[in-house]
Structure formats: structure tokens, C-alpha cells
């Protein structure tokens, strides 16, 4: 029995794809909604809200008097501006007469500040007073929950090639539960913080693990249909969230409200299989025949007769001894170098561009929701499309050209300088670009790993993309040197990615099933 017969034993007792691949795909992908309500959270729970400096409690002055003598105004961007963190320097347990007849010399920091809730209600930023010289302190929310990700990703890998995805990805989801509670009811931000880092590293690891389940499910074309179906649930959560928000205000009341649904998902312990192709780089026959009994059974098929056969055929190896697989596997010979640092090049060039555009995109100004909404449904045609890319044109090519593609846009961008509509059609056209890069990159990742080290290696590559994500923020500082220059280097980004995709192999046309990689 050659090496492909071997690693296609799966296929060849359940068939490619039945109803029951299809149903175990649907229930994977639901997994993803949590996920992304906690990726897009602090959208609306770090929200940035109005706010001046709130009067003291000792000033006997009506609301209109403080405003009118505390008020501190001055120019900024040609505009004149209000100052919502410094107040006329001036004693303020005097009567209204007395101030108003006293000129002040200077200006002082405020202390407490009052702020408008009327669109988000109570959010992490109002409740923590994060304005003024405390507004960078909002970011590391975000960056906190990242960096999370970056870790969570490669923790994930070593965890769920040593114990199996079911286990990662419902154990993982579990903590996620726990973390998502927790945070809605943390007195203090530093705790806030640990607790976003923390529900990064379970995040990643829900999607990741639940990703390379999805995929060693099926076999032949439906890998790529199979994968990249999996991704939908991303956007509409996306969008699902902003409606969420809208209705239910207030930060700790979303934060239960996008974490409390998840707990219908603990029961699919008791649905969802393990994955048969792990189970048989494990040596785990049994295990293997019993979840394809089930498999086959729903697909109304009987498993062949020499299914048993099949099944110790595929796990012989030397010594029946399940692989150990660790980190430094990635880099022991000079192919896996290759792939993994080509890959982790790609991560970081796709992730880059693919957020730094949602971020541009969410700073167009108008209503957040309406944005958060848009930026969610461009997803979707970029999706569909990706599926006809990969059937037809494999995974190295469509890559190679969309995330090129979109660092080509960015870059026009910054030629076309006074056609505001142009720039803004060129800045849509790298966002499907980049979003269909985003969809064909996990695919043809986990297909260019070994079934024994894929969600290692698909793991792993989330660290530089979450190093990426990280940076994010501080691209859209660099506008305050030079407008041009984000997109200027999310266009160079682009190009970067691309091309590194041309150095990798290609695997459409020449992996029938996920396991032959």
C-alpha cells in the first residue's frame, strides 16, 4: 500500500463528503461567533465617548455657571475645540460674581470628568476615566487580547497534536466561557486587562482548533469548500455583534451578552467526533472505526469490509509508536524551515494589511454600527469568490495575487491624491482583495503541514500575524508624520506577501485529502 492509500483511509471508508461532513462543518463553523465577539468587544466596550471636566462637589455653581468660567478652548486642526482636560486654574468654592470678575493666569488638569453615554451607555473607558493622559491605556486592551491570540495560537498547536482538536477546542471553549464572565464583573482595569489576555490565548484556540477538525473531516475538493465555508461565520459575527450593541448598552451588560450564548455549545461534546486522522497518527484504531461507524451510518452507507484492514494498514509505522511532535519540528529540516518562515512572512504581511484596512475603515467617521456593519458584509463576496479561486486556480496562485493585489490598491491610494471617491473606491478594492487572502491562507497553511504537526504548524503561524495585529494601532500613529504613509507601507506589506506566497509549493490539484500533505 503506497503512502497516499495509507494517509487516505478515511476517504476511502466514509467517502470525501456526505450529510455528515456537512453537518459536522456547520456545527464547527457556529464556533467561530463567540470568537469574534470577543475579537471586535472592545469596538463598543473601549468606545470613545464626549467628555469634559466634571465641577467639583465643594462648588456651589449651577452646571451652566461651571461650564461658563471653567471652560478652557483653543485651536486645533483650524477648528476652534473645546478642552476636556484642563480647567481654568481658579477657586471654584467661590460665588459665580467673584469668578467671573477674576481672571485666571493659567490652566490646570481636571480631576473627575463627566461624560456622554447616551450612544454606548457605561464603557471601560468611562468607567476608568481612560482620557487625557490615561487614553493610551485604552489600547492595551486590545493589544493585551492580541497578544493573547499570538500565544494562544502556538499553545494551541502543541496542545491539540498532543491530546487531540475535541478536547482543545471544547476545553478551550469552556475557559473562554469562564474568562468572557469574569471580565464582566472585574473591579479594576489592571484585572480587566489580565483577564483580555488571558481570553485571547482560548480565542485563537477555539478557532484554530476547530478549523483543523473542520478540515481533516473531509477529503478531495471538499477540503477547500469544507475550510473556507468554515470562515463564514466570521463576518456575520461581525455583524451580528454591532445589532447586539445597539440594543444592549452598557460594557458589562454586552460582555455577558455576547459571552452567555456560547454555553448552548457544551453539549456538542457529546455530537462532535474527534478527528479520525489524528486518531490514526495515534494509533488509535478503535477510536478510528468507531467514529466512522457513526460517520457512515448517518451518511446511510455501510463502512467496507476490509475497513479494519485499511485502518492498521494506514497506522503502520515503525515501531507503532505515535510521532512526538514539538516545536523545534518546525525548523528540523531545511524544507519545514522553509515553509514555516515563508509562512510566517505571509502571516504577518496578510494580517497587517487585512486589519490595518478594517481599522482605516472604522475611522471614516459617520455611525460605528453602520461601519462595524460594512465592514463585516464586504467579507462575504470575498468568501464565495475564494471557493471558485481554490477550485480552479489551486491555493499559491490566488493568494499570491490578492494579497499582492491588495498592497498594489494601497499603494494607488497613495498616488491619487485628489480624487477622494478613487481613493476610497482603491481602499475598497484592497479590502476584498486582502479578506479573500485571509480566507485561501489558513487552507493552504494547513495543507502544507503533515497531519501530525498541522495545528502546530497552523498555530504557530498566528504568532507573527498577532505580532502584526499588535503593530496595527501604532501604523495609524504614523498619519500624524505623514498621512500617506500607512497605506504606503500596508501597500509595501502587500507586495511583501505576495510575493513570498510564489516561494511556497502548491497544493491544489496534488493533495486529494488532508492527510496525504
Known amino acids: 500500500m503506497t503512502a497516499t492509500e495509507r494517509e487516505d483511509a478515511v476517504s476511502q471508508c466514509i467517502g470525501e463528503f456526505g450529510r455528515w461532513q456537512l453537518l459536522m462543518t456547520f456545527l464547527l463553523s457556529l464556533f467561530n461567533f463567540p470568537c469574534t465577539f470577543h475579537i471586535f468587544a472592545t469596538t463598543f466596550e473601549a468606545a470613545p465617548a464626549d467628555f469634559r471636566c466634571a465641577k467639583p462637589s465643594y462648588s456651589p455653581l449651577t452646571q451652566d455657571q461651571w461650564l461658563n468660567v471653567s471652560t478652557v478652548t483653543g485651536i486645533v486642526g483650524g477648528k476652534l475645540k473645546i478642552d476636556g482636560c484642563r480647567i481654568k486654574n481658579l477657586d ?13 493666569n493659567d490652566t490646570r488638569p481636571c480631576s473627575s470628568w463627566d461624560y456622554d453615554t447616551s450612544q454606548f451607555g457605561e464603557t471601560i473607558v468611562t468607567e476608568w476615566n ?13 493589544m493585551m487580547f492580541l497578544l493573547g491570540v499570538a500565544i494562544g495560537g502556538f499553545a494551541c498547536g502543541l496542545f491539540s497534536d498532543k491530546f487531540g482538536r475535541k478536547k482543545t477546542l471544547m476545553v478551550s471553549l469552556l475557559v473562554q466561557i469562564m474568562i468572557g464572565v469574569a471580565i464582566a464583573f472585574t473591579p479594576w482595569y489592571s484585572l480587566y486587562l489580565v483577564f483580555r489576555f488571558i481570553l485571547g490565548i482560548f480565542s ?21 469548500i469544507s475550510g473556507v465555508s468554515y470562515l463564514f461565520p466570521l463576518p456575520l459575527g461581525y455583524i451580528t455583534i454591532s445589532g447586539i450593541a445597539y440594543f444592549i448598552k452598557g460594557w458589562r451588560s454586552l460582555q455577558l451578552a455576547i459571552t452567555l450564548p456560547a454555553l448552548a455549545f457544551l453539549p456538542l461534546w457529546w455530537v462532535l467526533p474527534e478527528s479520525p486522522r489524528w ?10 472505526i468507531s467514529v466512522l461507524k457513526k460517520a457512515a451510518r448517518f451518511n446511510g452507507k455501510e463502512l467496507p469490509g476490509n475497513a479494519d484492514k485499511i485502518i492498521k494498514q494506514s497506522m503502520a509505522r515503525s515501531g507503532e509508536q505515535p510521532p512526538k511532535v514539538g516545536a523545534l519540528d518546525l525548523f528540523r529540516t ?10 510566517y512572512v505571509v502571516w504577518f504581511c496578510v494580517y497587517l494589511v487585512y486589519y490595518g484596512l478594517v481599522l482605516n475603515l472604522s475611522n471614516l467617521g459617520g455611525d460605528v454600527y453602520v461601519n462595524s456593519i460594512i465592514s463585516g458584509a464586504v467579507e462575504f463576496p470575498a468568501i464565495a469568490v475564494s471557493i471558485l479561486f481554490l477550485l480552479k486556480m489551486g491555493r499559491r496562485w490566488p493568494l499570491s495575487l490578492t494579497t499582492a493585489g491588495a498592497g498594489i490598491a494601497c499603494l494607488m491610494t497613495v498616488v491619487v491624491k485628489n480624487d477622494d471617491w478613487l481613493r476610497l473606491a482603491l481602499a475598497m478594492v484592497g479590502r476584498l482583495c486582502i479578506s479573500s487572502s485571509n480566507v485561501v491562507m489558513p487552507v493552504f497553511t494547513a495543507e502544507l503541514f503533515p497531519t501530525s504537526m498541522r495545528n502546530l504548524g497552523v498555530g504557530s503561524s498566528n504568532a507573527p500575524a498577532g505580532v502584526a ?21 500596508l501597500g509595501l506589506c502587500g507586495v511583501l506577501g505576495g510575493a513570498a506566497v510564489l516561494l511556497l509549493p502548491e497544493t491544489g490539484g496534488l493533495v486529494e485529502d488532508i492527510g496525504q500533505t
Not at 92 to 104: G, K, M, N
Not at 130 to 142: K, T, W, Y
Not at 480 to 489: H, K, L, R, S, T
Open 92 to 104: 471654584y468654592r467661590l460665588s459665580y460674581e467673584e469668578l467671573i470678575r477674576t481672571e485666571p
Open 130 to 142: 481612560l482620557v487625557c493622559e490615561r487614553e493610551q491605556l485604552s489600547n492595551i486592551a486590545e
Open 204 to 224: 485563537v484556540s477555539v478557532v484554530f482548533s476547530g478549523f483543523v477538525l473542520c478540515m481533516e473531516l473531509v477529503g478531495g475538493k471538499w477540503l477547500t
Open 279 to 288: 486518531l490514526l497518527t495515534m494509533c488509535q484504531g478503535e477510536r478510528v
Open 334 to 343: 531545511a524544507y519545514m524551515r522553509k515553509i514555516s518562515l515563508l509562512l
Open 469 to 489: 495585529l499588535i503593530l496595527v494601532p501604532y501604523l495609524w500613529n504614523m498619519a500624524g508624520m505623514n498621512e500617506n504613509m500607512p497605506m504606503a507601507v
